[in-house]
């Protein structure tokens, strides 16, 4: 964190990571009817854990993402525990990912990729430029 923005991570399939490419690398795409809440979180090794785990077998790709955020806009919204001392999150409601969306700073970047093989080197020395996806 550098005082005005804050780093979120968001680990997210290849439907998703797609709808942010769409999107230019600037905004998350609505939430689906089901999915109330967007789940940004405050590390990149909770964010792995679910892409790895999660997103892997749902999606057969799971994508960890770097983004940053306003602090100002999220000033409004507490950090959630969802589970031990470094499952951290923020719950922002679906119908606030169109202000969350204008108060990202910069381009949203994905920084891991994890096949069901294990994770894919991305390009410039693991950089992840979003340019990787495009």
């Known amino acids: 964190m550098d005082g005005e923005t804050v780093v979120l991570w968001r680990p997210t399939g290849p439907e998703e990571l797609e ?6 690398w600037t905004e998350w795409p609505p939430r689906l ?3 109330p809440i967007f789940y940004p979180v405050l590390n990149e090794d909770y964010a792995v854990r679910i892409a ?17 955020v ?18 951290l ?15 990202i700073v910069g381009r949203i970047e994905v920084v891991r990729e994890f096949r069901p093989d294990g ?7 693991g950089s992840g430029r979003e340019s990787r996806h495009d």
């Open 19 to 24: 709808s942010v490419r769409a999107s230019g």
């Open 33 to 35: 009817p089901e999915q």
């Open 52 to 68: 790895r785990d999660w997103n892997v077998p749902a999606g057969g790709v799971g994508y960890v993402t770097r983004f940053r």
């Open 70 to 87: 306003r602090r100002a806009f999220l000033d409004d919204y507490d950090v959630q525990q969802a589970g031990g001392r470094t499952i």
């Open 89 to 103: 999150e923020y719950w922002i409601p679906a119908e606030d990912l169109p202000e969350l969306n204008t108060n």
């Open 119 to 125: 994770e894919v080197p991305l390009p410039s020395g």
